[in-house]
């Protein structure tokens, strides 16, 4: 009895520590297919301009973008907090002031998410004439 006993108990843990095992391998990866824009040249007095990035999920795992930072209040991005399902895409809007910049720019934004060690990083660029 004992050594059936001991026999099931070493396989119900052999099964737990593969499960977990399992679970572990499973992560989200994050994917950008375009990571630079160039809006050309653009006129100051036209306004603010955007453009969208797509955000894939090739993981096996829910993607969550935790933050995406922009350099100054002149490019601000926007995305939703929702998890992005293994298989998924995302966007994320980039917009571009350019009121009082005349003058070429490159802005990089750096996204945050637990697909990645560390930062993605997207550049947008281009020149603002009057």
Known sequence: MKQVLYTLTT???LLLAVNASAQETKKAVINLPVKEYNFGTIKEGDGKVSHVFEIKNVGDAPLVLT????PCGCTVPS???EPVAPGKS??????YDPTGRVYPFVKTISIYSN???????????????R
């Open 115 to 129: 697909g990645k060690e560390g930062p993605e990083v997207i550049t947008i660029k281009g020149e603002v004439v």
């Open 90 to 95: 995302t966007k994320l809007t980039v917009t």
């Open 67 to 70: 933050r995406v930072m922009s």
């Open 11 to 13: 396989a119900l843990c």
């Open 79 to 81: 995305y939703s907090k």
